[in-house]
């Protein structure tokens, strides 16, 4: 089952901060965050592993609730280069299959 | 460079005509997968390997083969493809012994008639 992102799109005015989340139904081993822009194959941003530290990148860091099987990314005085559309990929305890959700788009406006 | 390379780019064919994607990485990565992209449903996995030889279902599979003899390509084969099979396809791979960073190739945009 895809893990669940909310919200679905997000228009923010630059300097402003975002929150996206992600959450699954299965006992989870990792969580990846990636970026896409239009026309782009995803990037990597970070992962979070089960019983890891919080993980930060520049202005974007994430968190991993265990016991809730949450992720939350954290977007803090957003840029124009954050445009894009954001997807969490988990990883449960019981395979190796990493699933998307279905993506968060988010648009900044200068 | 490190690269995940797929081709084609892009491709228009017809119904029940045989085709293949390949997938290659110049990473020496043990996992390797296949990924659709359709607005609105995210990336759906469609078959994924661990090694040489281990290839797995993903929640996508019906209609799509794939093969791993060599460590570096994981082709994908549509034997009979269908216009539900329009999409963009993305090959990803990973090392177990790193990040666990999904490296993405460029996609493929394929096109049934």
């Known amino acids: 089952q895809q893990p669940v992102q909310s919200p679905q799109a997000v228009i923010l005015r630059e300097g402003e901060d975002a929150v996206i989340n992600c959450s699954s139904s299965k006992a989870l081993y990792s969580v990846h965050w990636y970026r896409q822009k239009h026309g782009e194959a995803p990037v990597f941003l970070m992962i979070?592993?089960?019983?890891?530290e919080q993980k930060g990148h520049e202005k974007i860091s994430a968190s991993f609730n265990e016991k809730k099987q949450q992720s939350s990314l954290y977007l803090t005085a957003s840029q124009l280069s954050y445009s894009g559309t954001y997807f969490c990929?988990?990883?449960?305890?019981?395979?190796?299959?990493?699933?998307f959700g279905k993506g968060t788009r988010l648009h900044i406006l200068p | 460079e490190a690269q995940v390379t797929q081709n084609p780019r892009y491709l228009i064919t017809v119904t029940g005509k045989k085709l293949t994607v390949t997938c290659s990485q110049n990473?020496?990565?043990?996992?390797m997968s296949w990924y659709r992209q359709d607005p609105g449903l995210g990336l759906r996995q469609i078959y994924y390997?661990?090694?040489?030889?281990?290839?797995d279902k993903g929640d996508v599979p019906e209609g799509y083969k794939v093969s791993r003899k060599e460590k570096r390509n994981f082709p994908l084969i549509l034997e009979s493809p269908s216009p539900n099979q329009t999409s963009l396809y993305f090959c990803?791979?990973?090392?177990?012994?790193?990040?666990?960073?999904?490296?993405f190739g460029e996609g493929s945009r394929l096109t049934v008639l």
């Open positions: 990473m020496n990565h043990e996992y």
């Open positions: 990803a791979s990973s090392s177990f012994t790193s990040t666990g960073e999904l490296f």
């Open positions: 979070l592993l089960k019983g890891g």
């Open positions: 390997s661990m090694n040489v030889e281990v290839t």
């Open positions: 990929g988990t990883e449960s305890e019981r395979d190796d299959k990493i699933i």
